[in-house]
């Protein structure tokens, strides 16, 4: 298919994801688009490797001739939405059979479906007469077309989590017919017993956790997709993109979820090796506290940098440590009042660096310091309220600095404050690494 490009992701290719999409999977979303441009055709447009195929197609009957003759061919090259205003006057596509035979195309625009740095379809609209496409329209195309793209990654995570569970689920089995060889001993055989029906509990809980915390986006982004439809020729252009907007937060929020299940999965894979290398913590804190100055300045936070060792250099995986740091800031800057303070410090203590978080919010109750660390644990009613998140954050967080040879912990500091804290090796001026 000429330049076409793919990728993976994890085991899970693009080939298998588009496997068993019903041809109406997209429908609505391909309708809204119809309805956003005015155009009485619109369609989504899958491609990998070998193959490229039309789904949910609204306002005519239509199949996928050769790539190299298609619109989307060219479309899928653009990273903004790609419009052919008339092709009969166009010397690409005026020989083109959508053009020549039925439906007679004559107006097309198609936005690609960017995922990451790949192309993988078009969500593409069609018109029997030539025409422009306004930059509102245009817009919501792209818009559009970012929904289909977050339902394509969930249901690829999805599939790579299912991976994850399937071989969890081997592992059990394997550690089952272990212990009918260990039946000479009947406390070895109890407590694998129990093991087994902990970890059983913890899968049924995960499972009922995750179902709720995926609901919950899922039934508001529905709900706004849903009124946009059925109100389409009573609500405003400025109402439309309003509720648009929302659908799009919400389509983020579940795009956060599933990552943040996805790592959570990758921490628990046992092959998974840490790629350490020195680097400055003072310059990585920097950056983070950097990207999260707009949050704070929003709630009138006063946001602080306390960390004047620059000979601070720490061996670690840069991107899993920035993870760490980004969880404890955006927790503290959520839970936080307006006009609270929160800070970072750092300090050389021996062959370690400690660094230290905290924050004027409401505090954690000494009951709660350690439960704070558990999968989809929110704290009391006042914690859960601000939150809004599925407590995962600080699982993986803990995971992570665990992986370095520290552990994460929660304190109640001076005037009530909220202090986490945690360490990572430090490297010695003659270049030794140091590890405890």
Known sequence: MGEMQHIGYGSVRWGEVF??????EFKELALLAGGVSGTPIALVTLIDENRQWFTSVTGAHLTAGPWEQTFCAHAVQQR??????????????????LVQADPYIRFYAGAPLLAGDTAVGTLCVMDVAPRELRTEAAASLRALARQVVMQLELRRKTRELLRFNDAFASEALERRRTEA???????????????????????????????????????????????VLIKADTLDAARQRKYLEQASTQSRRLARLVDDLFELAQLDDRQMQLKAEPFELRELISDVVQSFAMAAEAKGIVLGMQCFDRSAVVVGEVRLIERVLANLLDNAIRLTPESGAVSVACETAGDRVVVRVTDTGPGIAVKDQERIFERFYRGGPSAQSASNTAGLGLSSARRIVAMHGGELTASRGPAGRTEFAFSLPRRTAGGVVTEK
């Open 181 to 227: 060889r260990l039946r000479d001993s009947e406390q070895a055989l109890r407590t694998s017993q129990e093991a087994l029906q902990r970890i059983d509990a913890e899968r049924r809980e995960l499972v009922a956790n995750i179902s709720h915390d995926l609901r919950t986006p899922l039934t508001s982004l529905q709900g706004y997709l849903d009124t």
């Open 19 to 24: 496997e068993g999409i019903e041809s109406d």
């Open 80 to 97: 903004t939405v790609f419009v052919v205003p008339d092709a009969l006057q166009d010397p690409r596509f005026a020989t083109n059979p």
